[in-house]
């Protein structure tokens, strides 16, 4: 059961980054820069809610985590913006722009976090959300250890996916995102604004990616340490692959990493050696993209730049 | 032809114009930070190109970038994406270590280009999962390479800790391998470099694969502008559909292409582990395979471009020790100037692209419309 509630905690930061994805792509935008978004998430989640809680030290406990929680979708949408920028209106090639992301992501972490603490790897301690219990639940033995004691941010992430599939299948903003990302030039020949629902696809995968990164540093690791994202982000493109493009399908795939995650940290003593337990989540990532789990199909546009004059 | 001219110029002064960019935003961080960029920006140049020691380090970083630069611009080339050449440099890298330590016996020549060749397998061998699996399942290879450069560093660290480490440094904090006898290391340049009347510090480790780097940026210009592959690979990228219906088997293009770059990646750590390490050690460089997309990005996939853009991100981070010695500037800012000079880079090439494009079309549409005008004119 320890077993179970620890791929929980782990699957959430997959899962809130994977649902960002799904966003960016059912718009047509690869977003491969979503490492990188997390890492700016990591960041300032730990550093504002560290000066939030020094700033207000009178203010009840959970105000500092949420102050942070906010500024790491802030530095994620603001990231991410960058993203839109490049690829979306200057179109270069994606996967270049997430890359370059990804990169400055690694320098602007590390000098922020040398102007701000002084050293350039890992923050001070900070406290997390006061842990919340899910009052049916937590009275079935069964499942107590997975309803007590856990995260507030871990029921926000199963709302938002609630939230995201009823977006994409029955709302009409999800339906234009959509449309964007199977047929840009259809959709702007129905006058919908093929440029403004990609920023809105990709600004929301950097909020959703923020928050992910917020979570991993204020309520898991309660500081930031350099590189604890630790490819989830790309992890995460994979479960959004494996999930088929929808939010219901990434909690899925993410719960699977999750419960990978926690294996690999959890068996110690066996006759494989413990660095290829670790990467289990990174092997189950390529054999579900080699489609032997399932077989996916993306949006038709994914990827493409949509440009008026040369369609 | 002015035109032309014009054109010309453009595409030279592209990227100086990202760099200029790029310097600019990063002066709004040192001016942050309290410093005067224009002060850091001279240090970092003095520093860097008027000490011998300094051009000896920057050739010396600019190393394994060109092999990395390379191996990216390979792939890249025939529109596939290595985004895995770091976790085939730890592969290549250790597999050029494993036959430095464990081989006995060979001459020095023999015993180096045994080491080299079972790096170039290695890296080939690495970036053969997820080509494959992309030509045969559809899997996106830029995540697969990814991931792949995960299970790299845990099979490097897996030899590394639990394998090979050299028994003599047992109960040492220290994880390495044994070190490597003189045959299985690269002649220094120093001693060529004398020969020509340039002098360069005693300690430089600056090798011969600094000469293997530029040839195989040469060969690899030559084989894809003069060669029947390397024009199918250039039709390939230019419209895959009309070159496989003209006969060229896509998937065949891009494997070899793939593969190449694997193999090159499999180079890229041979310069310090052969060359200045002299073993394998648990910190080595890490990192290079991802500065090599960005030395790519801006020598715009080019072999033989490769080879200043690796100068320029070797300046770039010998300019970043300088600052960080002596104006106490975090390098970290000469890191988010790379980053931003590849966003700037990468918007102006784009940008010149559809400029480019425009311009043919203009033309075109002018020579179509003469003849037109002519016989107004006429009547």
Request: proline share 5%.
């Amino acid at each position: 059961m320890a077993l179970l509630a620890s791929a929980v905690r782990l699957t959430v930061p997959i899962l809130l980054t994977a649902l960002g994805a799904v966003y960016s792509e059912r718009g047509g935008v690869f977003n491969i820069g979503l490492e990188g978004i997390m890492i700016m998430g990591t960041f300032f989640g730990a550093a504002i809610t560290h000066l939030a809680a020094q700033a207000l030290p009178g203010a009840a406990t959970d105000v500092a985590p949420l102050v942070g929680m906010l500024a790491a979708m802030a530095a994620g949408v603001a990231f991410s913006l960058i993203h839109a920028l490049v690829s979306v209106t200057f179109r270069v090639d994606q996967i270049i722009s997430g890359v370059a992301l990804n990169l400055l992501a690694v320098g602007l972490a590390r000098l922020l976090n040398i102007l701000f603490f002084g050293v350039a790897t890992q923050s001070p301690g900070i406290r997390g959300f006061t842990p919340v219990s899910i009052p049916l639940l937590r009275d079935v033995p069964a499942l107590a250890p997975i309803a007590t004691g856990i995260s507030p941010v871990i029921l926000a992430a199963l709302g938002l996916i609630v939230v995201g599939q009823w977006v994409l299948l029955r709302t009409v903003f999800g339906l234009r995102l959509r449309s964007v990302g199977e047929h840009p030039a259809a959709a702007d020949t129905l006058g919908i604004n093929v440029v403004g629902m990609r920023y809105a696809g990709v600004l929301i995968s950097g909020a959703l990616a923020g928050l992910a990164g917020g979570y991993l540093s204020i309520e898991q690791g309660r500081g930031y340490l350099e590189g604890m994202t630790q490819g989830r982000g790309f992890i995460a493109l994979a479960a959004m692959i494996f999930g088929n493009w929808w939010p219901l399908g990434a909690l899925g795939a993410s719960a699977l990493f999750g419960y990978f995650e926690a294996l690999s940290l959890r068996v110690v003593h066996t006759v494989i050696p413990y660095q290829f337990i670790t990467v289990l989540p990174h092997i189950a990532s390529i054999l579900v993209l080699a489609g032997f789990v399932r077989r996916a199909t993306p949006p038709a546009a994914d990827g493409i730049p949509y440009s008026k004059e040369e369609n | 032809m002015s035109v032309r001219f014009r054109l010309g110029l453009l595409q030279i002064l592209a990227p100086f114009l990202a760099i200029g960019f790029g310097a600019l935003v990063a002066s709004g961080i040192i001016l942050a930070i309290g410093q005067n960029p224009l002060e850091v920006y001279g240090l970092m140049v003095r520093f860097s190109l008027t000490r011998s020691d300094s051009i000896a380090a920057i050739l010396f970083k600019a190393t394994p970038l060109i092999f990395a630069g390379l191996a990216v611009a390979l792939s890249f080339r025939a529109n596939v994406w290595n985004i895995g050449v770091e976790g085939q440099y730890y592969v290549g890298g250790f597999a050029a270590a494993w036959v430095g330590f464990t081989v006995r016996g060979l001459p020095g020549v023999l015993h180096l280009g045994t080491a080299v060749l079972a790096g170039a397998l290695a890296g080939a061998l690495w970036a053969l999962l997820p080509i494959g699996l992309k030509l045969r399942r559809g899997a996106h290879e830029v995540i697969t390479t990814i991931m792949m450069n995960y299970i790299a560093g845990a099979l490097v660290l897996y030899l590394l800790a639990d394998v090979y480490r050299d028994p003599a440094q047992a109960g040492t904090p220290r994880v390495r391998t044994p070190e490597f006898p003189p045959g299985a290391r690269p002649p220094l340049l120093r001693p060529l470099l004398d020969a020509v009347g340039v002098s360069i510090p005693e300690h430089s480790a600056l090798n011969a694969f600094l000469l293997l780097a530029i040839v195989l940026c040469l060969t690899a210009a030559v084989v894809l502008a003069r060669s029947r592959f390397g024009f199918e690979v250039r039709a390939t990228a230019l419209n895959p559909m009309a070159a496989e219906a003209a006969g060229i088997r896509l998937g065949r293009t891009q494997l070899l292409m793939f593969l190449a770059s694997g193999a090159v990646a499999g180079l890229i750590g041979l310069s310090d582990i052969l060359g200045f390490f002299g073993y394998f050690d648990i910190d080595f460089p890490k990192g290079l395979g991802f500065l090599g997309i960005s030395v790519a990005l801006v020598a715009r996939n080019h072999p033989i471009g490769v080879i200043p853009a690796a100068l320029l991100f070797g300046f770039l981070d010998r300019g970043a020790q300088g600052v960080q010695v002596f104006a106490d500037v975090p390098r970290e800012v000469i890191t988010i100037l790379q980053a931003i000079i590849i966003l700037a880079i990468v918007v102006a090439y784009e940008l010149l692209t559809r400029y480019v494009r425009a311009q043919r079309k203009r033309e075109a549409e002018r020579l179509v419309a003469t003849p037109v005008v002519a016989v107004a004119e006429g009547g």
